[in-house]
């Protein structure tokens, strides 16, 4: 089962993108995460959006196709999605085949706040529901206070929050394979 994870920051040292190399350490059995690289991707304009689109945005659009699930794992800014990752769906939405309809996907968030991401991931499942992504809706993974239970680098190092990125993938492993069959 591979997985694409999105990273909603650029940052280095962002702790989203350590929330996703901790997933790719925590995958259960037979599933396996790669990072998309979201910072090519340019600013949407609608005059680039003829027939064939960015060569950044056909990439990764390819990406999402061969995938066969997609974890997000997204900073708040201002209690939203970040620009750079509604920028990114909104370019992947204008490609031919609808590539996120009927990706099954789980959305993970870490935030310096108390709210651990909430508000944001709800703007973002709102997103995927207009792109008609399947997302699994338990476990959440809400990580506040990340600046505590990240290291200098971002890694996570945080028991419990790992523990709780653990089972959310073996849920995301279930959900799969309940949509597929
Ligand atoms: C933030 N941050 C933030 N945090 C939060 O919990 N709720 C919020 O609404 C906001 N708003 C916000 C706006 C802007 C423009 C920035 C730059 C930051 C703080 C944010 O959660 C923190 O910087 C995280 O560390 C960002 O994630 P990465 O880069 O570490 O993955």
């Known amino acids: 089962m591979n997985v694409l994870a999105f990273s909603g920051s650029l940052r280095q040292g962002s702790f989203n993108s350590g929330l996703v190399r901790a997933a790719a350490e925590l995958a259960p059995s037979g599933m396996l995460i790669e ?33 066969d699930a997609l974890l997000f794992a997204t ?15 909104d370019w992947l939405s204008r490609v031919e085949g609808s590539v996120f309809a009927g990706k099954p996907a789980a ?32 476990p959440e993974v809400f990580v506040s206070a990340a600046h505590q239970k990240c290291d200098d680098n971002g890694d996570l190092t945080d028991e419990k929050a790992r523990d709780m990125i653990a089972k959310q993938l073996q849920a995301l492993k279930g959900w799969h ?5």
């Open 35 to 67: 990072q998309a690289d979201i910072s090519a991707i340019p600013l949407y304009n609608g005059d680039d959006d003829g027939d064939s689109k960015p060569e950044a945005v056909e990439r990764l659009a390819r990406q999402v196709q061969n995938a």
């Open 107 to 138: 959305i993970m968030g870490a935030s310096m706040g108390g709210m651990g991401t909430s508000r944001s991931q709800y703007h973002l499942r709102q997103v995927l529901v207009c792109l008609d992504v399947p997302l699994l809706n338990k």
């Open 75 to 89: 900073p708040e800014y201002n209690y939203s999605i970040p620009g750079v990752l509604k920028n990114a769906i």
């Open 177 to 181: 394979a309940t949509l597929k069959g």
